[in-house]
């Protein structure tokens, strides 16, 4: 809270003095981090859609491959080992952020770059693994709901990685200024966020897929 004062001259020469309070901590940091919950928010919605989506056509295989003859589960284990493990290298990163120690956090960064980054390159891997055998998204309506679901998931996942190297770059640029600790920790949330989406993916299609 910071003071204002106005001068006012009155017609007598007599001086009346008005007194302002003006508030300035808006905390934009708030608003900020309140505004990508929503977000986040939003793509729960998202999710929940094509989840509820799958559960409706993830048994209309219309004469094709089920779950049980083209998923494997030893490559979506490996996948998932990566993306859980990069949920951790960010936290990592998360806490040198709070130490102000700009090297060793752009340093787990990288390394959760790269677990991401194989995680993506699996998930295209087993795409094209499907497409080969002729199990692409216009088969059936069991995969095209799979492959809407976990597409989404890996597109989200791309994008994480861009803004990683975005922040990477403005990290080294300007160092650990209280608008790129921002930035990391909206980045922090979205990431873990899509920790999370993938367990339910990993159970709920994979698992579930091939096991039932």
């Known amino acids: 809270m910071s003071d204002m004062t106005m001068t006012v001259s009155g017609g007598s020469g007599a001086e009346a003095t008005l007194r302002f309070h003006i508030a300035e901590d808006h905390h934009p940091e708030n608003a900020t981090l309140l505004g990508f919950w929503l977000y986040l928010m939003s793509d729960c919605l998202i999710f929940a859609c094509l989840f509820a989506t799958y559960g409706v056509l993830g048994r209309e295989y219309a004469g094709g491959p089920s779950a049980q003859q083209v998923l494997e589960l030893p490559i979506v284990a490996v996948n998932t080992t990566l993306l859980l493990l990069s949920s951790i290298t960010y936290g990592f990163a998360v806490l040198e952020m709070q130490h102000n120690r700009r090297g060793p956090m752009m340093a787990w960064l990288i390394v959760t770059w790269f677990l991401g980054a ?26 095209s709901s799979f492959f809407t679901l976990v597409g989404t998931h890996g597109l989200h996942v791309t994008s994480g990685l861009i803004w990683m190297i975005v922040l990477l ?16 920790m909206c980045l922090s949330m979205f990431w873990h966020f899509l920790d999370v989406v993938w367990v339910g993916v990993f159970s709920f299609v994979y698992l579930m897929g091939v096991l039932a």
């Open 118 to 143: 194989g995680f993506i390159t699996l998930e295209l891997t087993e795409f094209a693994h499907l497409v080969s055998i002729g199990a692409g998204p216009g088969r059936s309506a069991f995969l």
């Open 169 to 184: 770059v403005q990290v080294g640029k300007k160092g650990l200024v209280p608008a790129n600790k921002r930035r990391l």
